[in-house]
């Protein structure tokens, strides 16, 4: 005891100075501020605040949403933040649709426009350690031609849904910081730039750039610390010499980085380094940041695109970014599982339509492996002075944003649809080239002009029936930003019109809802399968994306926008299972994505179905049985509307209905490896509750939300395609909130409600029930 107590005052200092260290490695913090906000819309007339946490929509909206909420409305907070006299703290909102005027403390900070990108708020000259400090947000999102998109609501093709929409984030640091790419507003650098310029399977090359700025009243003796760590834990290190940082001044430092063997990021194993980039500062650590990047090689070429020196025929889609009910108001998880269900899809590219995405969307596409064309906002408006310079602002903010992502490969500097001046598009391209100025950058319009890398029309803006196969300007390549729905629907499409003359105008469309029906769900994916295996045969397409992935809300619409291989509550249709048919039954990608052999028979087995059954498939052969009796056995259908897939469908011709069991296997080299069944459905019975987390578990603590399916079934369990019943849905138990109609009316069978969740410490409990139906009751355990 003497000896422990003769020692202790030194084990007191070495603990003291442990913690310093540890307090000092820690000094930059990142927490999200989204709690315990204030709300209230100006059109309420009303001076009642109503509690809220972020992200947060301005209104609550119907399914399909006319009459959109337009106007002001104000966020407010008050809270506490400590500083001592060596640190700073900043606000950082990830996005506002989409003019924020921002107080503190009644003093007016900024005006930000625009709700697609990021802004930051220096907070440190308004905390003081022994008062409150409050925020307020003023959030407008009324018709404004001066900053992009600029086009009236009621014209748009698009919706932008009004209030705090993305996170927000309470950062502090030390006053000798890294500072943030956004805010720093300096060409190519601000914040870290990562770049590798070679990249081989032996070795990779590049260098890291670091942007810090010294608010300290004196000269810094700064040096900095690079730590590169594979998924394996192995670690990579960097140190640079010391160096003076003068006091209020900012400088930017280049690292060179070598890495002999990297694992290279790509589409089947996205490999994701973690890199910390540490200031010291006296030997001590008083500034951090965590990055995750990806090591690739993208290329275009003169006979196509490589990803990693591999020739890749890029297949992806289209995304808006919309819930119903919530618009843009999601959850980084929600982000995430659309993220999974795209790549699921077999889709392994997305086109951010028609603006830059979510920050989460784009970091799960970096882990996911989902290849990415960034995009300017905008769709068929070309503006004023004003305009064409927040534009501009735009495109460096957007660049400065997200050029660290390894899944952006593309960069849309363009205005989509839009007639845009040659000078504008000049000015575009050379920005992009200013803010990311080392190779294989490209730069993407939907105009054939010299200005851009890569020319991408939709596939409507050429002639049927060939569209874009025949063109051919020197080596420049052509990308298909967008297929497969409005050439059907205005029918200048080149499908087969003898086949199909007797078809209605609705039935030609690709505009199909999943009420639609087994007839016209079939005919839009053959409309998709078409279109793609017709963009194959262009000698100079590098790739395609289809319109689109999720049916969404238009604002010059006032109906559902229903070309979509999915409907807005995510539940596949069946052009879903043509496009995942197509990835290679030998690729394995890691869970929670779904990959390898698969079968799907796009047919409900009803007295009304069609008996010519059409059966998706990456397999060599399908066996078909109906009542375990085998029908038959076929190889793919190969014919002119489907010689250019990886995998064409499998038909088979039924002589008569037969109730009872339709099943498909598929067999690879002789050998079954999947299957799949459909049961002609009965009366219905009951209610099976189901809900969607996509590899992505409820954040325990802030906002989330989660899709919940009630399917109506007869006692087998097999979904009625054609039942229209009411379901109510009852909240029981836990944490959270049903968003939605309620009751609503099923869809094809399955009533969908959408579940918003917060602080889900306990177990949700909720319950569907329905006029002569068993109802059934949905657990959702805490984490």
């Not at 289209?318 to 790549?343: T, W």
Request: one cysteine or more.
């Amino acid at each position: 005891m003497k000896i422990l107590l003769k020692y202790f005052p030194l084990l007191l200092i070495l603990l003291l100075l442990l913690a310093a260290q540890q307090s000092q490695a820690q000094s930059r913090t990142k927490t999200n501020f989204g709690s315990d906000w204030e709300f209230k819309r100006e059109k309420n007339n009303s001076s009642n605040w109503e509690k809220i946490s972020i992200p947060h929509t301005a209104k609550i909206e119907p399914l399909v949403v006319n009459n959109q909420f337009q106007g002001n409305c104000w966020y407010q907070k008050t809270f506490s933040k400590k500083l001592s006299k060596h640190e700073k703290a900043f606000l950082y909102f990830e996005g506002v649709m989409q003019q924020a005027e921002v107080w503190i403390n009644d003093s007016k900070l900024v005006r930000h426009q625009g709700g697609y990108l990021p802004f930051t708020i220096d907070l440190t000259p308004f905390l003081n350690q022994n008062k409150k400090a409050t925020v307020k947000v003023k959030v407008n999102n009324e018709d404004n031609p001066n900053f992009l998109p600029g086009k009236p609501l009621k014209d748009l093709d698009f919706n932008y849904y009004g209030g705090i929409y993305r996170n927000v984030h309470l950062i502090t640091t030390s006053k000798l910081y890294i500072t943030d790419a956004v805010a720093a507003n300096k060409m190519a650098s601000g914040g870290l730039y990562v770049n590798f310029e070679n990249a081989t399977k032996k070795e990779a090359s590049g260098t890291i750039q670091v942007h810090l700025k010294n608010e300290f009243p004196s000269d810094k003796k700064t040096s900095l610390q690079f730590i590169l760590k594979d998924k394996y834990g192995n670690k990579t290190n960097y140190k640079s010499e010391e160096f003076i940082l003068k006091t209020n001044s900012d400088t930017a430092f280049t690292q060179k980085i070598v890495i002999q063997n990297p694992h290279l990021w790509s589409i089947h194993n996205p490999h994701l380094y973690e890199l910390e980039v540490q200031v010291l500062t006296d030997n001590k650590v008083t500034d951090s940041q965590f990055e995750k990047i990806g090591i690739r090689k993208s290329e275009l070429k003169e006979d196509g695109y490589y990803l990693n020196d591999e020739k890749l025929f890029i297949s992806g889609t289209n995304q808006h970014q919309e819930y119903p009910y919530l618009g843009y108001a999601l959850s980084d998880e929600a982000q995430f599982r659309d993220a999974v269900k795209i790549k699921n899809a077999g889709f392994d590219f997305v086109r951010m339509s028609h603006y830059p995405h979510a920050e989460a969307f784009l970091s799960a596409c970096d882990s996911l492996g989902i290849l990415v064309m960034n995009s300017l906002t905008g769709w068929q408006f070309f503006g004023n002075e004003t305009f064409q310079q927040n534009a501009y602002q735009d495109l460096r903010d957007m660049a400065r944003r997200d050029r660290n992502h390894p899944s952006i490969i593309f960069w849309e500097a363009s205005l989509n649809e839009t007639r845009m001046s040659n000078a504008f598009m000049e000015k575009a391209t050379q920005i992009i080239k200013e803010e990311l100025p080392f190779d294989h950058n490209y730069t993407a319009c939907w105009l054939d002009n010299a200005n851009y890398d890569l020319f991408i029309p939709a596939r409507q803006h050429g002639k049927a029936p060939h569209y874009w196969n025949n063109y051919k300007k020197g080596n420049r390549k052509i990308f298909i930003a967008e297929y497969g729905d409005w050439e059907y629907y205005a029918q200048n499409a080149g499908f087969n019109q003898t086949d199909f003359a007797d078809l209605k105008e609705n039935e030609r469309t690709s505009r199909q809802l999943r009420a639609d029906g087994e007839k016209r769900l079939l005919q839009q994916a053959y409309n998709f399968q078409e279109a793609s295996n017709s963009n194959r045969k262009g000698k100079n397409t590098i790739g395609e994306a289809n319109w689109l992935m999720f049916d969404y809300n238009r604002g010059y619409s006032s109906d559902l926008e229903s070309s979509g291989i999915s409907d807005i509550f995510r539940i596949p249709k069946f052009a879903h299972f043509f496009y995942q048919s197509q990835r290679d039954a030998d690729i394995v990608l890691n869970k929670p994505l779904q990959s390898g052999p698969m079968v799907y028979i796009a047919n409900y087995w009803t007295p009304e179905s069609t008996l010519k059954i059409t059966v998706f498939s990456n397999c060599d052969e399908v066996i078909l049985y109906l009542n375990d009796k085998v029908f038959g056995k076929q190889k793919p259908f190969v014919d002119a509307n489907s010689n250019n897939l990886t995998h064409p469908p499998f038909i088979f011709q039924l002589d008569a209905f037969k109730a009872g069991t339709l099943r498909a296997e598929g067999l690879i080299k002789g050998k079954k490896v999947t299957d799949f069944a459909v049961t002609t459905p009965q009366k219905p019975t009951q209610i099976k509750l189901t809900y969607d987390l996509s590899g992505q578990v409820i954040n325990p603590s802030n906002p989330d939300m989660v899709f919940v399916y009630a399917k109506i079934t007869d006692t087998n369990g097999t979904v009625i395609p054609n039942t229209t019943d009411k379901i109510q849905f009852e909240l029981i138990e836990g944490n959270a909130k049903l968003i939605g109609e309620n009751p609503v009316k099923a869809e094809a069978g399955i009533a969908t409600v959408l579940l918003k969740t917060e602080n889900n410490k306990k177990t949700i409990k909720i319950r569907a029930s329905g006029e002569g139906l068993t109802s059934d009751i949905l657990l959702i355990t805490k984490n």
